[in-house]
C-alpha cells in the first residue's frame, strides 16, 4: 500500500490525525462517577436525588452568602442595590433574535439594564464584563468600555 502525500514533506494523510504517543483508548474524564441509569417511565427524575441537578434544569441554587462574598456584610444597602441591578440584568436582558428588552418593549439597551449595568461596574465588575461581552456578541452594545482613557466626564 503506498501512502500519499498532501505536500512535499507532508505527513500522510491518515496519519495527521492520530496523536502519536498517547495510547488510542483514553477517558476524558477518568475520575468522574458513572452516571446513573434509569429505565424510561419507571424512574421520577423529579423525586429520585440521584437526578436532582436534571430536574432542576442543570442550575444549582447559589447559596445567599455567595451572592454577596465580595461585599462588606455590614453594608446592606449596597448589598440590596447589587442583588437588585443583578436581577434587574436578568429581567432587561434585551433578546438577541430581535433586540429589544422583553420587560419595557423598548429597544435595547433600557434604562434599567443601563441603570444597573452602572451599578455593577461599582461593585461587581466581573458580573458587568460578562454582561457586556454578551450583549457585544449579539450585536447590541459597542465594543469597548463605555467611558475612553481620555473621557474627562466620568
Not at 452516571?35 to 419507571?42: D, M, S, V
Request: include cysteine; aromatic fraction near 2%.
Amino acid at each position: 500500500m503506498v501512502h500519499r502525500n498532501d505536500g512535499i514533506g507532508g505527513t500522510p494523510r491518515l496519519a495527521r490525525y492520530t496523536s502519536i504517543g498517547t495510547p488510542r483508548r483514553t477517558d476524558a474524564t477518568p475520575n468522574r462517577p458513572p452516571l446513573p441509569q434509569r429505565t424510561p417511565g419507571e424512574t421520577d427524575i423529579g423525586h429520585d436525588p440521584r437526578f436532582r441537578l436534571t430536574a432542576a434544569r442543570a442550575v444549582a441554587p447559589a447559596p445567599a452568602s455567595a451572592l454577596d462574598a465580595e461585599l462588606d456584610p455590614g453594608d446592606t444597602v449596597v448589598a440590596q442595590a447589587v442583588r437588585q441591578a443583578r436581577l434587574d440584568i436578568a429581567e432587561h436582558l434585551p433578546s438577541a433574535r430581535l433586540g429589544e428588552c422583553r420587560t419595557c418593549d423598548v429597544a435595547a439597551p433600557c434604562r434599567p439594564l443601563l441603570r444597573s449595568l452602572v451599578i455593577l461596574d461599582r461593585w461587581d465588575p466581573g458580573k458587568a464584563r460578562r454582561v457586556r461581552a454578551v450583549l457585544q456578541l449579539s450585536g447590541l452594545m459597542p465594543d469597548g468600555y463605555p467611558h475612553g482613557e481620555d473621557d474627562d466626564d466620568v
